[in-house]
């Protein structure tokens, strides 16, 4: 498998020839300290030079790199090709926040969430559209495992998602339903997916590229939650003519989403952002008067879920900015 996807990543690089012994690729698995970078022959797998091994400057899967030998079939990675964009998180970590590229050059953000097993997490779903529309990636809603039945809580949340103006497609790995209808929409892209552990990512991702060598976990009957067998990002080629790659992540319980203006936090808001102008200024979108989110949920305009979620997000930035101070600066 490791020729195949290097052979096809490297066949949409431009293949520049860069001169003095180096070669252009593409990072397909970060591994820690080490890299795999697909180029033209096959995959190398390396180090980097110490320079980009700062935490937002590391090699991150989706990166366009230079490579050279140093010998022993291993490379080092001399040099990152400016990103069109890159996939960012930020959790606290020992009291502090750590930020995070998680992919770079992404097209869109397949949300996995599931119908049932593990049970859908709007608030992670939430999180996903924000940090998408914020890094400028275009989200799409999967609603996997639909052989399964549907839980009503699961229905109002999928409800609770149609305001957005965004491809929500429906599948099942079991019965094969809407495996077609993702195809077309991830062809030619690159697309990152991102849910629970458990959802069936890894699932589609075989379907998606061919590649049965993917390990995919079993749901413990005990907690009906998956278990974390995909333990690294990886790019993989589709099966298409068109081209196109995913990104298989390890699974997620949380998202952290840094520090975010109110302004970009509503943009991951799209149904609550039309709501238009409160009348107070700092208007808190709670008891105010002439809170326009308020409204347009009173009117049936925007499901009530999505302004708690947005308040429980905006209250909840206070503590991952800095942790039981408040939030500074703002
Ligand atoms: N019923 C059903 N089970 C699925 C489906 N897709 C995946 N699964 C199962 O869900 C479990 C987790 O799948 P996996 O792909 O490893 O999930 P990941 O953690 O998101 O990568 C495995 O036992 C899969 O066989 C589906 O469409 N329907
Ligand atoms: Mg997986
Ligand atoms: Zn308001």
Known sequence: MAARSGQQAA???????????????IVVQALGPQWVVATGDGTVRCVARRSLRRALERPVVGDLVEIEPIGGDMGCIVDVLPRKNRLRRADVHRGGRREQVIAANVDQLLIVGSTTEPPLNPGLMDRYLVAAWRDGIRPILCVSKVDL??????RTILESFGGLDIPI???????GAGLEDLRVLLEGMTTVLAGLSGTGKTTLVRHLTGDHSLEVGEISAATGRGRHVTTSARLLPLVSSAGGYVIDLPGQRVFGLGDLTEEDLLRGFPDLER???CRLPGCSHGSEPGCALVAAVERGLVPARRLEAFRR?????EDEVAPGTGRPGR
């Open 11 to 25: 066949s949409t690089l431009q293949q520049r020839a860069p001169g003095n012994g180096r070669q252009r690729g």
């Open 149 to 154: 039945p549907m839980s009503a809580r699961a």
């Open 169 to 175: 497609v429906r599948t099942s790995a079991v019965t």
């Open 275 to 277: 709501a238009g102008e």
């Open 313 to 317: 997000i905006w209250k909840n930035l």
